[in-house]
């Protein structure tokens, strides 16, 4: 399998639980990592992260169909 690679970041677990959400409905299977600091809770993000091959089409996706205005 390859490496994961991240596709998305959002300090707002919410916004990155809809893009994971709406990479897998295209096929794409998606993590979330947690890189928020246990101690200081505005400190760090939350990473969307997908297969080295599914990288390109993952980024149109959220680029193209995902809009958080």
């Known amino acids: 399998m390859a490496a994961w690679q991240k596709v ?3 300090e707002q677990s919410y916004r990155a639980e809809i893009v994971k959400d709406v990479l897998e409905d295209a096929a794409i299977n998606a993590v ?3 890189k928020k ?4 809770n505005n400190f760090g ?3 969307v992260h997908v297969s080295a091959d599914d990288v ?3 980024l149109q996706i959220i ?3 995902i809009d958080f205005k």
Do not use: P
Not at 37 to 40: E, F, L, R, V
């Open 56 to 58: 390109i089409r993952a």
């Open 37 to 40: 600091d246990s101690s200081y």
């Open 32 to 34: 979330i990592i947690n």
């Open 8 to 10: 998305y970041s959002a």
């Open 63 to 65: 680029k193209n169909d």
């Open 45 to 47: 993000a939350h990473e």
